[in-house]
């Protein structure tokens, strides 16, 4: 068997939400650079960070530096980025930068037990870790063609696994989970049908109570 996947290194895309925190020997200097929203409550005032959003044009406006162009940068490519800016315009001499992304979710769709919109939570999170959080398939859910839909440079990408084949799920490109992949899981032939059958058509009960109540009340018309 193959070996798994190499782990994917999250990359900064339009929109991604992340904190971006200085620490120097000199707190005074560092709060500059620190975004921080202040909080009042009856036991004095605090603070809270600001989130950075990537700008569709995948920038963020960094105090003091400027723009900065942070699409498609790791987490620690981007804090040897600031590190390096602030040390060039002699800021700080000594910085410390800690960068975490606050935005990475997934989308779970179609036979789960639980539907819906998750955070990644690890760094290495799996196809296998994402169905779990979704409370797995449900029992008409097809296990041997799992769908990832996903977003890449060259356009939108569909991956299959089959969860029945443990060299289908490690090898896949799509093994590890990015930020906005979609997981669907299609039904089977006996969801299909129910889906039919609870749809207007002939096959379903209340189309045929919708005609015997039809057929019913010309009775009453016609014959009374």
């Not at 799996?126 to 859910?141: H, K, N, R, S, W």
């Amino acid at each position: 068997m193959k070996i798994e996947s190499e782990s994917p290194n999250f990359r900064l895309k339009p929109g991604d939400k992340l904190s971006i925190v200085v620490t120097c020997r000199d707190k005074q200097v560092a709060e500059m650079f620190n975004l921080i929203r202040p909080t009042f409550n009856s036991g004095g005032s605090s603070g809270s960070i600001v989130y950075y959003t990537v700008n569709p044009d995948g920038t963020i406006d960094f105090p003091l530096i400027g723009s900065i162009e942070v699409v498609n940068l790791t987490r620690s490519e981007l804090e040897n980025l600031i590190k390096s800016k602030l040390i060039e315009l002699q800021y700080i001499q000594d910085p410390v930068v800690i960068v975490e992304f606050n935005s990475l979710y997934y989308n779970v769709l179609g036979e789960v037990t639980k539907p819906g919109r998750y955070n990644i939570t690890t760094d290495k999170f799996t196809v296998l870790d994402a169905i779990g959080a979704a409370g797995d398939l449900t029992i008409q859910g097809l296990r041997k063609n799992v769908k990832i839909i996903r977003e890449e440079a060259n356009g939108r990408q569909v991956y299959e696994i089959d969860l029945t084949n443990a060299e289908s799920i490690l090898t896949s490109p799509a093994y590890y989970i990015q930020q906005n992949d979609v997981l669907y899981v299609e039904g089977n032939n006996q969801r299909k049908r129910q889906s039919l059958v609870n749809g207007n058509t002939t096959h379903s009960a209340s189309f045929w109570i919708s005609v015997a109540s039809l057929l019913g009340s010309m009775y009453v018309i016609f014959v009374k």
